[in-house]
């Protein structure tokens, strides 16, 4: 941490700062520079607010040099197993299914395409998070029960969303994946309930949070124990409305670098109409994300929920042809 | 809802839609203007997913006339109560008391100075929601009991913020207004319980959050039933870096427009340093808001957390004055 | 300048650093923190491209602790004088006219009703830049003479906006302040030929610039020679779309903290629609902005440009009253 | 257009607009939903300022239907030549070179090795927009001069950006791509300027410029004559500060959708940092852009702009290597 202080600052002021910082066990170096006087402090300064320091009348601002995020980074490379589905560098995971689960029947008929395409994992949403209090909000518990269905049937890995800190052991017992959704991506009671459990989670990065606040929130669930966190990617809030959202694809690279988590993209909320998600999907795979979440759906015309953001299954089908290739020309699986 | 087809559409697939739609008991208009084509749709679409019609290929955008909330503004010009205190259009309510409850003698010997100031709320965090797993977390339920104490010794409401929803109980026990903060302004499971029970809701907008968004989050809990919904704008994220959140000063008179409840503005949250809050303050006030919600500690300092955006108490008295005359420009009572 | 270390680098890679700083005259100070490497580099690094640093493998991140900007900061406390106006901090200048100057009749009955409602300079536009090139484009030239006129009728200064630095001789004839449009704020040509004469400049901040860009952008003005700069806010570009743009209204407290130019607000295009100028207006002066710059059309449903966002005569004639009570609130001549 | 009234509005007022509107040659039907009340307004309303109709006390709100943009649509599918290089859809053109020309050893030395690794077309800037007025702008005239050595030695066009409406006759004369940057995007006096030239324009999008306003600032060029405009996307501003800036990939497919011109990613701008370019230079290209422009420079620890965002030769053509693969794998060339 650095301590930049104003131009009229005092010694016995720099002296009293240095003091306060000592008895709480910081070394201080003082630098008299050109332009200006700063304190550089020295230890972990994590837990400390610091910005504080800057209700002293004679601090101008207080610079933390320190990241604020621990656990993510000191992590061997290491690889998330689902069922028989790994997620490392090496290889490309396909997530697909509907936004909503609707029925039993239409979910098998879709789930039986989608595993004989590539698709490694099936998701499906039985409790949606909805903007408005009128919009279809999900068939509840029993979506879990036919996702359970679905995994029985085809030995494939499923994941759903919740939203109620609540739901967790319903959770547990039905899906093998726990996604997190982006509104509640700094819903730290539910992190930290999930730290404790035993299951991978699917962390969504929220639309408006910083990939620092991303890799935070993961830091809640890996230091209350749980390893097995996966991050996904899937648009951020701008000024641009020609998408849902931006995808912010740099977030890729960033977070391969700060991070040996697997890494993967959601197309479908990132551009919020089917005819992007071709383009989004084969820069995402160049880019090196690890995986792919894409919403499909039999007859999105008629979907309960983001029909506008849904491949039909053939499209679906084309899209993975061409991800083959992509994959094949940066030396991965799939 | 307007729908614009693309210029190549055929009458067959105009017909087609129309058909779909006329079976969902909407009435259809056909607009053939000179350089596109529409349909005018007819009828309550609040509740229909109407983007998903852009999966058509013939269909170029889906443009939604009917706003998606309702229940905020079919409301009567109406005030809250919160004991004693009525927020309406004719005063301005000022809450203050420290980011978190430390301990009960500090939150004491405040107390009795602020409500000696005008100060008609006495606000303080228990549990805080925090972006690092690694910062200070509040001091749980024993805060609330200080605040219940503070309620008692002062005939002085108390307000403090809910982060899990298993804890509504306990803050109808202990507190006044219970308070959503930003980050949970769309978690939709503890909105639809809080509309559940009868205690006043004072609603903060995520920063990130458009306004209508917030109308619509308002209406979560309007919808089941509570009636007692405060909006508190708090500074949305920006590219601007001076200051913690950039204040949106505009929501004050477009809230007021879009809807008859009160609107209160936190300074503290927005600026994130306490040089920049009376100006904020004031501000606020001149634009039309019904009243403030601010950070005051007594030794910002050692604060254990927001020590930088809180103001000390001879700050806060001072702006308190500087409020009034701003309260009597603009006819209002303080 | 910091410069913060990978924690594997080599301390002959520390050395060789240090050496091709020393060499460019910087003295530099190496701290071995427990949990970094940090280099402190003393002298004036203004002119020094310090990101560039990050090149080197075994660098992390450079950290600048001098501000970019200079000379805004160096000045005394000072006045800005227009013709019989100044700015400075005791007094509100109120800047009002219509967006476009259409013709001489109707600038001429707006212009005698403004002056003598306390409006201290007219504006009026006569090269408009506008997003579409099908949009209307103003009279041009015929516009500066017409303000002339108004000029010398009234006795009343005028201001109008300059978009292409080949009619910098043309403006110096016939305005008494130069406005620099939201567009060309980082026009770096103009700003320089602007810095070479004697005429006040109002220098409104892009819709997508921070703060610092803009004291960045008021410098090539001051740097050149030109000591006149009016700094105006307008409003930034965020997610939010109830408004035109964001005011920012906290910029007024952030640039009267890092300058002592003049502050005025333009709430007409921050606003986007008449409706919300009234408070966004109050809530400037309560705030402690200098003046206001206010667009008024006799015919707003008419006018060829911004209709939507401005003021008729009788309304802003009710708001200048306003106005007058919130500055006697706060202590401000008007 | 559609006119939507409030709901409180009078037939009398209804009748009054629609006179206002049919006087000015536009059709109107009125649909008098259950919900609202509405006007659609039949005809070409794109050199109407329509929001201005939100004045009428009784209007809601103004909806248009039309795009306001129109040349860069009505286009045939097309190709721009610059020398022996041309873009269309069928192939991959590589523009790379250092930031700001030094001298003419270094970008010679530079440059041939360049145009052996696949490299089409050579950059350099002469004349550099710098935020602040204190950094390095560029060595002027005499980089134009170097670029045109460069161009005849070695066959290869040369782009350079322009900064000065007056200085169009010495670019025409020097290059063979007159590139104007992301700050000058809306200088309309700039751009119609060269729209009157018969030189191709690398129009690059401001940081804070929507695709639409892209497209706007297109038109100027398109309609005064130019035809050969070549888009460019190079990263937005938004609250994520990893990056420089965050590219927004996805507006590759939709100004392949909105537009038959072709579009190129700068990576360089995009990312600010040299580790990122390789993941953004891939993405753009499986996205399907028609084009890359990378900063390169020798040695960017010593660069004297943007150093930190250069590709190191070698790291350049390993690159190249890796874009062919993914060319090949989206059956394109290179």
Redesign the interface.
Known sequence: M?V?FKKNVKDIQIKHLQDVLNHQNYKT?F?D????K?L?V???T??L?T??????DFVEDV?N??K???ESLKQEKRKVNVGNVTFNDDNIVLIAGPCSIENDQSLDLLSSQLVKHHTHIIRGGAFK????????QGIGEKGLHILKEINRKYKVPVISEI????DIDLFVKYVDIIQVGA??M????LL?ELGKINKPILLKR????????LL?SA??IL??GNKDVILCERG????????RN?????????LK?LTNLPVIVDPSH??G????I???S???????ADGLMIEVHEN?????????Q?LKPEKYFNLVE?IK??A???DKKI
Chains 1, 2, 3, 4 share one sequence.
């Open positions: 650095i930049k170096t630098i520079g050109d332009i200006y700063l550089v020295i230890g972990d994590s837990s607010e910005k504080r320091l800057t209700v002293y610079i040099i320190q604020p995020y621990k998070p909805r903007t408005s209090p009128y919009s279809f939203t109620d800190v609540r509104r509640n700094q819903n730290y009671v930290e929220g639309f408006v949070n910083t990939i620092e606040e935070l830091e809640y230091a209350n951020i809030r701008t000024f641009e409305n020609q998408t931006t995808l912010d694809i740099s977030a890729v690279p960033v670098k990132a551009a109409h089917w005819e992007y071709e383009s989004l084969l820069a995402a795979i160049a880019a090196g999105p015309e008629f979907a309960l929920s983001d029909g506008q849904s061409k290739k992509i094949i020309a940066i």
